[in-house]
């Protein structure tokens, strides 16, 4: 069985682009050898000397009809795999009238002109300069046209269908009547043509009556093979009659392939499946807040319209909504426009997260084994649909379930970003030193891993330009590297606690001052607390150095400019990780409430995993942010309320997934409000 273009979903790709041009160069081919490239042969139809265009015309329709019959009948295509088009009384009607007028006036259709213009034909360029202006004016006066558009809406007619016979003897009756109509058109051409009679006389031993005569018999017994052919091997295309499209409609009701169940639809997803199309049928708002991941959103009420160019013909349909109700509505509607690839979700999307995302401990199953088994299912579902993967649950069926980072690989030293393990090898390393910069020194004091420095990360923020909370200057902050000891030729590792933040902003600082070699331990303190590794109290003893060979450059450094430069440039991100509300100007601790007018937002948080200071894994990650429209080569600018929670997010980006051109805002949201000429902008 071979698929086209539209039942493959792929009319809209380089492939269909492709497969449209060469079909066009085909056409004009055909056209110019038909003697399509000249208006004089084209409008000698309406004086009966030249019956070409009709000819053709009739051997187009008689050819396709019968091919397709054949085609089908040995199951070369699917009938399904054939878009037909809806019909508009009026609108088909006024048009067809006026490409009527425009062919009796201008002596070309669009087709047929651009196989004139090819052949240099002056005519052929100005009605193709016609058809422009046109296209303009329509363009312009939609508005008045529209009711005419739209209006008499008839849906997909089938011909057999409304005069009530088979298509098989429609057809065999359609190539009756074109042999008939090419007999007539050879007729009327004698007559309208000034030959003499010995001349008609000649004309009817020409070979070219011979040929056609001997295509007109080859034509019948072909539409002849039609009346006996098999019917067709699968159900009806969208669009047939409705005895035709309701046939094994109740079968699959009662096979109960009608539906699907939560668990299978998630482990078709969760595996990748080619041919899946989930359509989530809810309103764009309720799609936005949570959706299936993989789900397109085409809501109820416009779903029968963009079914034909949206619902592959093959393969398999899901719909769901809220619950199963208008899913199953719209189940029959689908069915009846002829898909029988399509399914509804039982239960809808409360039931899928019923079944799928509900810890198993809330079931309150008695039997540990089968709780171990559920929720080995519900722990890869959750981590699938939800982002974060769950812990195994304590042993006991009625425990409750602690949930465990789906956490980032650490990709190493030269990605910025090291493991408890490589930090612990290197303990006694001279050249390797730690920095400690959770927020309250007590917790330093108490205790740290061995070896480490403590600095408060407000150290590194002073007011600049009176603009408070900017990172320090690069000359500042390499005096602050000597005072802790620390040389430009050392390894330099930074912790946090769950705040990750204060070790990506010691870590932007280090890279504002170009130094060479540094990372973040990934899950900080916690972490290795966790994994039982040796802590200390014992203050380290501190030699001060001089800091030499700092840059402070800083090209990663967004000022004001560089922003507003990007305000109107759609192919360049302005990232904002500050909370939604404070986002949409629903809270504000600034001078203005709001935004930067086009700027995207994920907050800051959305990140890691929740209370294990430990980000999320890539895939996850870069999924998100390509929701976003965010990419490896999209130029972004990142930024918060002060810079602080934005380093997270800049680090992440440009050095943890390595995109390719990210940039951090230092001055961020509390510099931007503060200067009432910069634009601002509250919702979403």
């Given at each position: 069985?071979?698929?086209t273009?539209?039942?493959?979903?792929?009319?809209?790709?380089?492939?269909?682009?492709?497969?449209?041009?060469?079909?066009?160069?085909?056409?004009?081919?055909?056209?110019?050898?038909?003697?399509?490239?000249?208006?004089?042969?084209?409008?000698?139809?309406?004086y009966?000397?030249?019956?070409?265009?009709?000819?053709?015309?009739?051997?187009?329709?008689?050819?396709?009809?019968?091919?397709?019959?054949?085609l089908?009948?040995?199951?070369?295509?699917?009938?399904?795999?054939?878009?037909?088009?809806?019909?508009?009384?009026?609108?088909?009607?006024?048009g067809?009238?006026?490409f009527?007028?425009?062919?009796v006036?201008?002596?070309?259709?669009?087709?047929?002109?651009?196989?004139?213009?090819?052949?240099?034909?002056?005519?052929?360029f100005?009605?193709?300069?016609g058809?422009?202006?046109?296209?303009i004016?329509?363009?312009?006066?939609?508005?008045?046209?529209?009711?005419?558009?739209?209006?008499?809406?008839?849906?997909?007619?089938?011909?057999?269908?409304?005069?009530?016979m088979?298509?098989?003897?429609?057809?065999?009756?359609?190539?009756?009547?074109?042999?008939?109509?090419?007999?007539?058109?050879?007729?009327?051409?004698?007559?309208?043509?000034?030959?003499?009679?010995?001349?008609?006389?000649?004309?009817?031993?020409?070979?070219?009556l011979?040929?056609n005569?001997?295509?007109?018999?080859?034509?019948l017994?072909?539409?002849?093979?039609?009346?006996?052919?098999?019917?067709?091997?699968e159900?009806?295309?969208?669009?047939?009659?409705?005895?035709?499209?309701?046939?094994?409609?109740?079968?699959?009701?009662?096979?109960q392939t009608?539906?699907?169940?939560?668990?299978?639809?998630?482990?078709?997803l969760?595996?990748?499946?080619?041919?899946?199309?989930?359509?989530?049928?809810?309103?764009?708002?309720?799609?936005?807040?949570?959706?299936?991941?993989?789900?397109v959103?085409?809501p109820?009420?416009?779903?029968?319209?963009?079914?034909?160019?949206?619902?592959?013909?093959?393969?398999?349909?899901?719909?769901y909504?809220?619950?199963?109700?208008h899913?199953?509505?719209?189940?029959?509607?689908?069915?009846?426009?002829g898909?029988?690839?399509?399914?509804?979700?039982?239960?809808?999307?409360?039931?899928?997260?019923?079944?799928?995302?509900?810890?198993?401990?809330?079931?309150?199953?008695?039997?540990?084994?089968?709780?171990?088994?559920?929720?080995?299912?519900?722990?890869?579902?959750?981590?699938?649909?939800?982002?974060?993967?769950?812990?195994p649950?304590?042993?006991?069926?009625?425990?409750?379930?602690?949930?465990?980072?789906?956490?980032?690989?650490?990709?190493?030293?030269?990605?910025?970003?090291?493991?408890?393990?490589w930090?612990?090898?290197r303990l006694?390393?001279?050249?390797?030193?730690?920095v400690?910069?959770?927020?309250?020194?007590?917790?330093?004091?108490?205790?740290h891993?061995?070896?480490?420095?403590?600095?408060?990360?407000?150290?590194?923020?002073?007011?600049?330009g009176?603009?408070?909370?900017?990172?320090i200057?690069?000359?500042?902050?390499?005096?602050?590297?000597?005072?802790?000891?620390i040389?430009?030729?050392?390894?330099?590792?930074?912790?946090?606690?769950?705040?990750?933040?204060?070790?990506t902003?010691?870590?932007?600082?280090?890279?504002?001052?170009?130094?060479?070699?540094?990372?973040?331990?990934?899950?900080?303190?916690?972490?290795?607390?966790?994994?039982?590794?040796?802590?200390?109290?014992?203050?380290?003893?501190?030699?001060?150095?001089e800091?030499?060979g700092?840059?402070?450059?800083?090209?990663?450094?967004?000022?004001?400019?560089?922003?507003?430069?990007?305000?109107?440039?759609?192919?360049?991100?302005?990232?904002?990780?500050?909370?939604?509300?404070?986002?949409?100007?629903?809270?504000?601790d600034?001078?203005?409430?709001?935004?930067i007018?086009?700027?995207?937002?994920?907050?800051?948080?959305?990140?890691?995993?929740?209370?294990?200071?430990?980000?999320?894994?890539?895939?996850?990650?870069?999924?998100?942010?390509?929701?976003?429209?965010?990419?490896?080569?999209?130029?972004?600018?990142?930024?918060?309320?002060?810079?602080?929670?934005?380093?997270?997010?800049?680090?992440?980006?440009?050095?943890?997934?390595?995109?390719?051109?990210?940039?951090?805002?230092?001055?961020?949201?509390?510099?931007?409000?503060?200067?009432?000429?910069l634009?601002?902008?509250?919702?979403?």
């Amino acid at each position: 069985m071979n698929d086209t273009l539209y039942s493959l979903g792929l009319l809209n790709t380089s492939i269909g682009f492709v497969t449209a041009g060469l079909i066009g160069i085909l056409f004009g081919f055909f056209l110019e050898q038909a003697g399509f490239g000249s208006s004089r042969k084209l409008t000698a139809i309406f004086y009966f000397r030249d019956m070409a265009v009709l000819k053709v015309m009739f051997t187009a329709v008689v050819v396709t009809l019968v091919g397709y019959q054949y085609l089908v009948a040995l199951g070369w295509l699917k009938p399904s795999g054939i878009y037909v088009l809806e019909t508009y009384w009026g609108a088909q009607a006024i048009g067809g009238l006026i490409f009527g007028v425009g062919f009796v006036m201008g002596g070309w259709c669009p087709g047929t002109a651009f196989v004139g213009a090819a052949s240099a034909k002056l005519d052929a360029f100005v009605f193709l300069g016609g058809v422009g202006l046109g296209s303009i004016f329509f363009n312009e006066l939609y508005a008045l046209v529209e009711p005419l558009y739209n209006g008499m809406h008839a849906g997909q007619l089938y011909l057999s269908e409304t005069l009530g016979m088979p298509t098989a003897s429609l057809v065999f009756l359609f190539a009756l009547a074109a042999i008939v109509a090419f007999a007539a058109c050879s007729w009327i051409e004698k007559l309208s043509s000034r030959k003499t009679p010995d001349a008609l006389k000649n004309s009817r031993k020409s070979p070219n009556l011979r040929r056609n005569g001997l295509a007109a018999v080859v034509l019948l017994l072909f539409a002849l093979g039609v009346l006996a052919l098999p019917a067709a091997p699968e159900a009806a295309a969208p669009g047939a009659s409705f005895a035709a499209r309701d046939t094994g409609l109740l079968g699959d009701v009662a096979r109960q392939t009608d539906h699907i169940e939560p668990p299978q639809l998630a482990a078709l997803l969760m595996s990748g499946a080619p041919d899946l199309r989930v359509v989530d049928m809810r309103s764009p708002e309720a799609y936005a807040k949570f959706h299936l991941r993989g789900a397109v959103n085409i809501p109820l009420d416009r779903l029968a319209a963009r079914a034909p160019a949206e619902l592959p013909a093959t393969g398999r349909v899901v719909l769901y909504s809220n619950g199963g109700i208008h899913s199953a509505q719209a189940w029959l509607e689908l069915r009846h426009m002829g898909w029988t690839n399509v399914r509804f979700l039982t239960g809808g999307i409360l039931g899928f997260w019923r079944d799928c995302l509900t810890p198993p401990s809330l079931a309150g199953l008695t039997d540990e084994q089968t709780a171990a088994a559920q929720y080995a299912d519900f722990a890869k579902s959750k981590a699938f649909f939800l982002e974060y993967e769950p812990s195994p649950p304590a042993s006991g069926a009625t425990a409750k379930a602690e949930a465990a980072p789906a956490a980032l690989e650490e990709p190493g030293l030269e990605k910025h970003l090291v493991d408890t393990a490589w930090l612990a090898d290197r303990l006694d390393d001279p050249a390797v030193r730690i920095v400690d910069v959770r927020n309250e020194s007590t917790d330093y004091s108490t205790a740290h891993i061995p070896g480490a420095v403590y600095l408060h990360i407000e150290a590194l923020r002073t007011n600049i330009g009176g603009i408070p909370s900017m990172m320090i200057p690069a000359e500042a902050m390499a005096a602050t590297l000597g005072r802790l000891g620390i040389r430009r030729s050392d390894t330099v590792i930074v912790y946090a606690d769950d705040r990750l933040r204060d070790a990506t902003y010691f870590a932007t600082a280090l890279e504002r001052v170009g130094h060479p070699s540094f990372a973040i331990l990934h899950g900080g303190v916690v972490r290795w607390k966790a994994e039982g590794r040796p802590l200390t109290s014992a203050l380290p003893e501190i030699e001060p150095v001089e800091y030499e060979g700092w840059d402070g450059t800083a090209r990663f450094v967004a000022g004001f400019e560089d922003v507003k430069a990007v305000l109107n440039d759609a192919g360049t991100a302005i990232l904002d990780v500050r909370p939604p509300a404070y986002f949409r100007g629903e809270k504000s601790d600034e001078a203005r409430p709001g935004h930067i007018p086009g700027a995207v937002n994920r907050e800051y948080t959305e990140d890691l995993v929740k209370g294990k200071g430990v980000w999320k894994s890539a895939d996850v990650l870069k999924s998100a942010y390509g929701d976003l429209g965010i990419r490896k080569d999209t130029p972004v600018i990142v930024h918060c309320r002060t810079g602080h929670q934005a380093s997270q997010t800049y680090f992440l980006l440009k050095h943890v997934l390595g995109y390719d051109n990210v940039r951090w805002f230092d001055a961020s949201w509390t510099g931007w409000a503060a200067r009432p000429e910069l634009p601002a902008a509250t919702g979403r």
